[in-house]
């Protein structure tokens, strides 16, 4: 069923990313669909000193070659750099490049924040420790903020309207899409660019090994030998309109944002909750307020971050929340082959939540590799399925027990079916 | 779901005080924060002021056990959202927990522990890097301890927009409240003061005394050089006017409006007109169905900047012309200097403004920049019934609020 008025409803008119397995999402599908593995050893920083030395590193992307000329690339962090590409992208896609004059008061970004210029500053900051406070060059420190990139964006795209970072540590991106939705139901914004992006740093890195939730090789979601997830970098980012503008634009309609939750744990600052209470209130938040019942479902696009105690509860989350259906919907973990995204991880998993429906197919979770007797789901592990999924819920968990779930829908003029 | 959205209770971590008696008593009196800074050496930097938090005892506030796992921040914040949930006489239980939640701004985060983090990874190396420091390195540590200590389990986000993140926390909250997935948030925000941060601004040249003169805040003022640092946590209890209601409790205002807005800007430096800003203003002015004349106070973003103190007064004389007759105006940064996340503190102010009838002096301003009527000198007695919180950001990021008497 359909969510209120053409004003209220609000649709994804284009996407764009940067990531490990591409650099546009034409390409991005082919990879999801072949299972391509986008994992592989650390060249952006030495890791010789590190526990572990693979990660999902962007490597075949060249910014000048990717971003016009007209775009200045001064002062902006690897992240921002991702973020504009992905978004130049989107906008394009979109029929939004260049923005119209008057939709430009109105459009705003919201951005959901990850280790932002940290890569940058982790350099100022060896040169400060060597060179002490008087002599090290802190201008070098002025995109490290996470708030950076939506400013680079709405300064290089000349936009006036809601312009925001968020961090829910690893939901970040997928918070930021169900707010920017949120911004435009409440009549704040006519169109937002909603997204994430995250850089691989040395800081994150050495935080992730120090917990020691890295798998050495890659990682393997929902495999009884999962030891830990791969860390990656990248960005994904939206174009959400209400459909009311959408429409009078004649804009392309690639799917529906149909619900939205967040919730947070209230159990522990890193471990999941094994009780699955928050995951399973947050899906059950987005499905309430998509409308839809569990059974209107049918893909799952997990968080799966391959640690074992996420793995465990996602899919005892599932269980609870599908019940006995929740054995007979595909559910796959795409970080398997774009790694852990983090800030950037929600908004990436969103674009391949829509590819998903768009381009007819669900993806897979590639290197499951053996058998864990308690996750025992449909996770897609023998390549990608040629089915179009009408509905796609999508999970993403986080530090701080926070948790939340984006749902979207093929787009149909009278709502989504309703079985 | 279109409900109404009023502040039930407030809680603040503050330069003035801990606690709504001392803040209070501080901000009628014009009190300053503003000192030596004494937790760290300021040698060899061009300033030496800040607006530290001096008498938190965070044991008065959080469980030993829990304690021990947060950093300052996280503290400061779980503080405050006890204060304010018991201000507003709210038990979290299991009947409640998943209707609260918390929308938390931090700009920054703690800065302090992940510089230290830093430090350690490049001089001792990443093995040394301690894991008990890692969950608090992330910005929403704040609301993920406050969550866990408090037992509550709704929405919980944070916000990380420079000096609009807690203006822009409190409006999604507000925004979450109206289409109902929570029926109480905490929403504010909070960001301390570092050694290393500190710095970093000196050597931006982002404090006072930026071009010389005397070091100190004076927001709006001819002579004013630049922002002080400050650091605190105020949080404001949000909650659905219905169920304020039906429990009887006593709103000190309502949120009835608010608006975001933005302007191309260079990255860390400030757009050429107020226009963004003024759409923010217009943006919560309709929200809340209010026209400009009937604003009765504005607590100012204003920190002493030379150029977005100009850009602020730029604004508001557009919108409330250019005479004495608007609003009065007050800007709490002159005491508790720049906190960035301070919307939270500057909500909780103005809430008070409201239900004592009070306007605080703006601390610092002796000579205005313009003939608007700021509230000068000594605390103003006048009937607040609807009033402004205007968030700016460097880079160009606007959030305001329109706060109004009442409510239920």
Same mark, same amino acid.
């Given at each position: ?24 999402? #034409? ?20 890791? @010789?000193?590190? /526990?572990? %030395? ?24 690897? !992240? ?28 705003g970004v919201v951005i959901?924040g ?31 903020c996470c708030a950076s990139t939506a400013n680079h964006l709405v300064t290089?795209l000349?936009l006036m309207g809601p312009k925001m970072t968020l ?14 939705? *949120?911004l435009?139901?409440?009549?704040a914004a006519?169109?937002?660019i ?54 009078? /634009? #004649? ?8 619900? $939205? ?37 049918? $893909?799952?696009?997990? %968080? ?35 790694? %852990? ?25 590639? %290197? ?12 897609? =592990? ?5 089915? +179009? ?31 | ?12 971590? =503050? ?31 061009? !300033? ?22 947060? *950093? ?22 299991? @009947? ?9 701004g931090?700009a ?38 406050? !969550? ?11 916000v990380n927009h420079q000096s609009v993140s807690a203006e822009t926390a409190i409006a999604c ?16 925000g ?30 709006? *003022? ?36 608010w608006g975001l807005a933005s302007s191309p800007s260079p990255p860390t430096g400030w757009p050429?007109?107020p226009r963004g800003f003024q759409l923010a203003l217009?943006r919560a002015?309709?929200?809340?169905? +209010?026209? +400009? ?8 973003a ?5 150029e977005p103190?100009?850009m602020e007064? +730029?604004a $508001? ?23 960035f996340a301070s919307g ?46 205007s968030g700016i950001s460097y880079g160009g990021t606007y959030a305001c609020l329109?706060?109004?008497? #009442?409510?239920?």
């Open positions: 069923m359909a969510v209120g008025n053409d004003e209220q409803r609000v649709v994804v008119t284009g996407m764009g990313t940067v990531n490990a397995l591409a650099a546009d999402t #034409g390409q991005f599908s082919g990879a999801l669909r072949r299972g391509d593995c986008g994992i592989g050893p650390i060249s952006l920083f030495d890791t @010789a000193t590190f /526990r572990t %030395h693979n990660g999902a590193e962007v490597k075949h992307f060249l910014p000048r070659a990717a971003i016009p000329a007209e775009f200045s690339l001064k002062r902006m962090s690897r !992240s921002d750099v991702f973020a504009l590409a992905a978004a130049l992208q989107a906008l394009s896609q979109a029929g939004l490049h260049p923005i119209p004059e008057d939709l430009r008061d109105e459009m959901g990850g280790a932002g210029g940290l890569l940058e500053a982790e350099d100022f900051f060896q040169d400060y420790l060597r060179r002490g406070g008087q002599k090290a060059r802190f201008s070098r420190l002025a995109p490290v290089k000349g961090m829910t540590a690893c939901s970040s991106g997928a918070t930021a899409v169900g707010v920017g939705r *949120d435009i139901r409440s009549g006519r169109a937002m909603a997204g994430g992006t995250e850089p691989l740093c040395r800081m994150t890195f050495a935080s992730f090994n120090a917990l020691k939730a890295v798998d050495p090789e890659y990682c393997r979601p929902f495999s009884g030998n999962r030891a830990g997830l791969t860390l990656g970098e990248a960005a994904g980012i939206l174009v959400l309109e209400s459909l009311a503008g959408a429409r009078e /634009r #004649g804009a392309p309609i690639l799917a529906e944002v149909l619900g $939205y939750g967040v919730t947070c744990d209230s159990h522990h600052m890193t471990a999941p909750d094994v009780g699955a209470s928050g995951a399973v209130r947050a899906m059950r938040a987005a499905l309430t307020d998509a409308g839809l019942g569990p059974e209107a479902v049918d $893909y799952i696009n997990a %968080h799966g971050t391959a640690t074992p105690p996420n793995d465990l509860m996602e899919t005892r989350a599932i269980k609870e929340v599908f019940g006995p259906r929740a054995w007979g919907i595909p559910v796959s973990s795409t970080k398997s082959m774009h790694g %852990h995204t983090l800030g950037a991880s929600g908004a990436l998993e969103a674009v391949v939540s829509v590819l998903a429906i768009t381009e007819g197919f669900i993806p897979p979770t590639i %290197h499951c590799e053996t058998r864990d007797p308690e996750c025992d789901l449909d996770y897609v =592990t023998t390549g990608a399925r040629s089915v +179009a999924p009408e509905v796609v819920l999508s999970n993403s968990f986080a530090f701080g027990g926070n948790n939340t779930t984006v749902i979207f829908g093929r787009f149909r003029e009278e709502g989504v079916r309703h079985e | 779901m279109n409900r109404r959205v009023v502040v039930t209770g407030i809680g603040m971590v =503050t330069p003035l005080g801990v606690g709504k008696e001392r803040f209070q008593n501080a901000l009628w009196r014009g009190e300053t924060g503003i000192r030596e800074i004494a937790s760290f050496s300021t040698e060899g930097f061009g !300033s030496h002021l800040g607006a530290e938090v001096r008498d938190f005892q965070p044991r008065n506030f959080v469980s030993v056990k829990n304690l021990r796992k947060m *950093d300052r921040l996280s503290a400061m914040t779980t503080a405050s959202v006890r204060m304010a949930l018991d201000d507003a006489g709210i038990a979290v239980c299991d @009947a409640n927990r998943d209707r609260i939640g918390i929308v938390m931090t920054f985060g703690n800065t302090e522990l992940k510089v230290q983090s830093a430090r350690i990874l490049f001089t001792e190396g990443p093995g040394m890097v301690n894991p008990i420091h890692v969950p608090n390195t992330v910005m929403n540590a704040p609301a993920g301890h406050a !969550s866990i200590e408090l037992g509550f389990r709704g929405v919980n986000t944070t909250a507000a925004m979450e409240i109206r289409r109902g997935t929570a029926d109480v948030i905490l929403a504010g909070a960001d301390i003061l570092s050694p290393f941060f500190y710095e970093a601004l000196c050597r931006f040249h982002a404090l006072s005394p930026t071009d010389g003169g005397a070091e100190g805040a004076r927001p709006f *003022d001819l002579v004013r050089n630049g922002p002080v640092m400050g650091e605190g946590c105020g949080i404001v209890c949000l909650e659905a006017g219905e169920r304020a209601r039906e429990r009887g409790a006593a709103p000190y205002c309502e949120i009835s409006g050429d007109n217009e002015l309709r929200m809340a169905g +209010a026209a +400009a004349p009937e604003i009765d106070c504005i607590e100012a204003g920190n002493g900047g030379r103190d100009a007064a +730029a $508001y004389e557009r919108l409330f012309g250019g005479g004495p007759a608007g609003p009065l105006i007050t800007a709490l940064k002159g005491a508790t200097g720049e906190i939270g503190i500057r909500a909780v102010a103005l809430a008070l403004s409201i239900r004592e009838g009070m306007v605080p002096p703006t601390v610092g301003l002796l000579h205005p920049l313009t003939p608007l009527p700021f509230v000068i000198g000594e605390a103003r007695r006048r009937p607040v019934k609807k009033a402004l919180l329109v706060f109004e008497k #009442g409510g239920v």
